[in-house]
């Protein structure tokens, strides 16, 4: 369902490394995502917020992006208009290759359902199922029955998140970390064509964050998935292949495998 769209920059002159000041590849390449001339504001008049102020932006199919920025940068309301949660203001977003302005909310709804996948901080497992009762969730709400496929990808799944051993268990007999790793299965399991991860190492330890991000770094490179995690933290976006930095709204750099210092930098120059 993904699309093949044209170079957003006819320069393609950019190096890998540090693009200032626009979050669109220079590259043709197989989009999973797209917003151009993105908005969201919030309230009227005085009391107005403009919490997105003109995004443009390109995410790859198959990499790992965080998106990093101060509190109230606009971190989250950029992953709720991309993921059809939030309506922007003026823009547009499309997702796999589809507008999501053209959908009504019902069409929306099967939308996400269907191509796009949720991690959040909260786990949001459901406590009286077995952890493989939660993973094969989406099939249930669906209403649609698992094909042979469907089951070759939970074990492939499984395996990648190494959960083959706990799948019996309930939420409450696993660790924050199992429990996460259930969720992002939960998410992987219908192979979306993006996941969105907001904050997914929030409630947990530095071990049990680390061992996260790098289960969903191999769900990016052995199951082809793309993700977008939004993140405060600097070694949650080390994991990651690109890191969007936003700042009041804007994307200011877009880095590819940025070391500390650089993120450090980025992160810094938006209050220059
Ligand atoms: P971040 O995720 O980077 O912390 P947000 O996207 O949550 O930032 O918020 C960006 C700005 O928009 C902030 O100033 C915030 O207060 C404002 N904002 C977000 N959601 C709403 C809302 N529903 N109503 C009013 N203001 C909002």
Redesign the pocket.
């Given at each position: 369902m993904t699309q093949t769209l044209p170079p957003t920059d006819p320069s393609g002159t950019h190096p890998q490394g540090v693009v200032p000041h626009s979050g669109a590849r220079p590259t043709t390449t197989t989009l999973a995502a797209q917003a151009r001339g993105l908005t969201r504001s919030?309230?009227r008049g005085d009391a107005q917020?403009h919490?997105l102020r003109g995004v443009d932006l390109d995410l790859p199919a198959g990499r790992f992006t965080a998106v990093m920025?101060p509190?109230?940068?606009?971190?989250?309301?950029?992953m709720h208009c991309l993921a059809g949660l939030d309506q922007p203001t003026s823009g547009s977003v499309r997702v796999a290759g589809h507008d999501l302005a053209a959908m009504d909310d019902d069409t929306l709804t099967r939308f996400r359902r269907d191509h796009v996948g949720f991690v959040f901080q909260a786990f949001n497992l459901l406590p009286m199922l077995t952890a493989r009762q939660n993973i094969w969730l989406p099939f249930e709400l669906a209403n649609r029955r698992p094909t042979r496929e469907d089951r070759e990808r939970l074990d492939l799944v499984v395996q990648v998140l190494g959960l083959a051993d706990r799948l019996g268990h309930l939420p409450s007999e696993l660790s924050g970390g199992q429990q996460q790793r259930v969720a992002i299965a939960r998410a992987l399991v219908t192979q979306p064509e993006i996941v969105f991860a907001d904050e997914p190492t929030g409630n947990l330890d530095s071990e049990a964050s680390a061992e996260v991000l790098g289960f969903l770094r191999r769900s990016v490179r052995e199951l082809g998935q793309t993700v977008v995690m939004?993140t405060h933290e600097l070694d949650a976006a080390a994991h990651a292949d690109d890191v969007l930095v936003i700042h009041d709204g804007r994307i200011s750099a877009r880095l590819t495998e940025p070391d500390q210092d650089t993120l450090v930098a980025a992160l810094r120059g938006g209050d220059r």
């Open positions: 919030y309230g917020v919490a920025g509190s109230g940068s606009g971190k989250s309301t950029l939004v």
